[in-house]
């Protein structure tokens, strides 16, 4: 079949951010904007040339001619085997599953994860490396510098692939087989975690619990895992139809944008166990019975629990946590004598110390947990986690919580959010406390005293990258931590997420209300960021 050269001129602003590009809708429909992206890909790795390649999304608005234009591309630039999830669907973690399975050379993941979807909205490209993780910095970087100069792109003449249809297909020399989604991912957490304890969990006649895929891909791989594998009763998945636009809402999981879920959970009749995923299947939110565990400290107890759970019996080798994640992990990583690693946000940092083996479990305080059974944070995953605990340690989500801040102390938590700033605005801001930072050790500030600031710098230790300002860090002697970045993942102005940090050994206190408690520091980051007289907000507009 004859490869067709189409001429095209490069688009600005083809940066991946912290989870590949995002843009609106209507940005990725201009003639030549996905085409330049991904031929810039296919340009900048050559080993896809003859190897072979995953691809899916999480079903939202446009996944579906995303995927025939991929499948163009990609075979015109002589990719040998193409896989894709029936439907176009792939859930995040699902893509970093099939990748490391069946040994692919990469993968290309559409989705703008926890952004709304539909016309209006949000989509993304994100490019998975063959160990299944997001591509390097180095690699994004190759590839934006690509996408700066490109000036043709390969394509196919041909009628779009039927993406319903399970089974191999040709397009052009290309082989494309159309897999189920689901059964490889539902395979692997089956043998990482004990079913058996967990579907007698289910039946005992004493647990009620929902999942809430809030309309995004999740829905498919709950209704398998939890009601046809597990024995859940039918309808413990809510909203379990992936829709192209969420039904409307933020497929985010956290307290403000599940409050459905969040509902059900309160009350003495309250569910006992209450979970949530993301647009694309990668984040996860944890509810017993009137609690919320933060995604901190479920990092936390999730290390010091994984030698109860068959897949991680052998106890785990370190523990990584994205930087404006609490120093809850770090706690548990004294405990059991082990490496914590702080690195920059985003999935991508986690990768190489997954690889080297120095580390089993890591997290992010948005919502993100894994291990190493894929290279993604993986929402699914953390749920069932959660349920092999409650079944085997038989106490409730809110005594496992409490029983872990009585071992190692509470890190109180929160994340205050400022969207839709200015996008200058917000710049100065960053600038203003970059200039603070000298001067600030050993400042009193409200109760606190500074013991360090700093913008932050990773040095990866296995292969020496170093990546730059990565948020402001201001510590303090008490062990308390203000944390300032602007979100790397948003489509429209600028997003200021202020991460508020604070220790309390004594449980007499751990009880406390989270805002309460935290409310001086957050009066402390108000002042010194200079919030309200830069942006015009007096409060953050999300809360978690
Ligand atoms: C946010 C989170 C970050 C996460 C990223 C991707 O990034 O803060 O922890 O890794 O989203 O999550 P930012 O730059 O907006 O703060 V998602 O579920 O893509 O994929
Ligand atoms: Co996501």
Redesign the pocket.
């Known amino acids: 079949m004859e490869t067709i050269r189409i001429a095209t001129t490069p688009f600005e602003g083809q940066r991946p951010?912290?989870?590949?590009l995002r843009k609106k809708v209507k940005v990725f429909q201009q003639p030549g904007y996905l085409e330049n992206f991904v031929q810039s890909i296919l340009d900048t790795l050559p080993e896809l040339r003859g190897g072979s390649l995953v691809v899916g999304g999480d079903g939202r608005y446009f996944n579906r001619e995303a995927i025939q234009v991929i499948l163009r591309l990609a075979a015109a630039n002589g990719v040998r085997r193409l896989i894709v999830g029936r439907g176009g669907l792939f859930s995040?973690p699902a893509v970093s599953c099939v990748i490391r399975k069946y040994k692919t050379q990469g993968g290309i993941v559409l989705?703008a994860?926890?952004n709304p979807g539909g016309p209006d909205e949000d989509f993304g490209i994100k490019f998975n490396s063959a160990n299944g993780g997001p591509a390097p910095e180095s690699v994004t970087d190759a590839i934006f510098a690509r996408t700066k100069t490109i000036d043709r792109y390969l394509t196919l003449d041909t009628p779009p692939v039927d993406l319903d249809q399970p089974g191999v297909c040709t397009l052009g020399e290309t082989e494309i087989e159309i897999i189920d989604p689901v059964r490889d991912y539902a395979d692997l957490m089956e043998a990482l975690f004990d079913f058996d304890a967990i579907h007698h969990l289910f039946n005992s006649g004493h647990f009620q619990m929902r999942f809430d895929a809030m309309h995004a891909i999740t829905g498919p791989y709950a209704i398998e895992i939890l009601e046809n594998r597990l024995g859940a009763a039918p309808g413990t998945v809510m909203n379990g139809v992936p829709l192209e636009d969420f039904g409307g809402g933020h497929p985010d999981p956290n307290l403000a944008h599940a409050q459905e879920l969040v509902a059900l959970t309160h009350g003495s009749d309250g569910l006992d166990f209450g979970a949530a995923s993301?647009?694309?299947g990668?984040?996860n939110m944890i509810l017993g019975r009137n609690c919320f565990v933060t995604p901190s400290d479920s990092l936390a107890i999730l290390a010091a629990n994984a030698h109860l759970l068959p897949g991680y019996r052998q106890g785990i080798r370190g523990i990584a946590r994205?930087m404006?994640t609490s120093q809850a992990a770090n706690r548990v990583a004294d405990f059991l004598g082990i490496e914590c690693f702080e690195t920059p946000?985003?999935?991508k940092f986690f990768g190489n110390l997954l690889d080297a083996g120095r580390i089993t479990l890591c997290g992010?305080?948005?919502?993100?947990t894994g291990s190493d059974h894929v290279r993604e944070?993986d929402g699914l995953w953390a749920v069932l986690f959660w349920l092999n605990l409650l079944a085997v340690r038989q106490q409730s989500v809110a005594e496992i919580l409490t029983d872990h801040w009585r071992r190692f102390g509470r890190n109180f938590y929160t994340r205050h959010d400022y969207e839709g700033v200015d996008l200058e605005a917000a710049e100065g801001l960053v600038d203003h406390l970059r200039r603070l930072l000298p001067d600030l050790p050993g400042r009193q500030l409200g109760a606190e005293t500074v013991s360090y600031a700093d913008d932050f710098a990773y040095t990866d230790p296995i292969d020496g990258s170093v990546s730059e300002r990565q948020g402001i860090r201001i510590g303090f002697a008490s062990g308390a931590r203000i944390v300032y970045?602007?979100?790397?993942?948003?489509t429209s102005g600028a997003?200021l997420?202020v991460y508020l940090e604070y220790f309390e050994p004594n449980p007499a206190l751990h009880h406390r209300d989270t805002q309460d408690a935290m409310r001086p520091l957050v009066l402390i980051a108000r002042e010194l960021a200079q919030i309200e007289t830069r942006t015009g907000r007096t409060e953050p507009d999300v809360v978690t």
């Open positions: 951010g912290t989870s590949g995040t989705s994860s926890h993301d647009g694309d990668d984040r994205s404006p946000t985003g999935w992010e305080e948005s919502f993100g944070k970045r602007l979100s790397g993942t948003g997003t997420r």
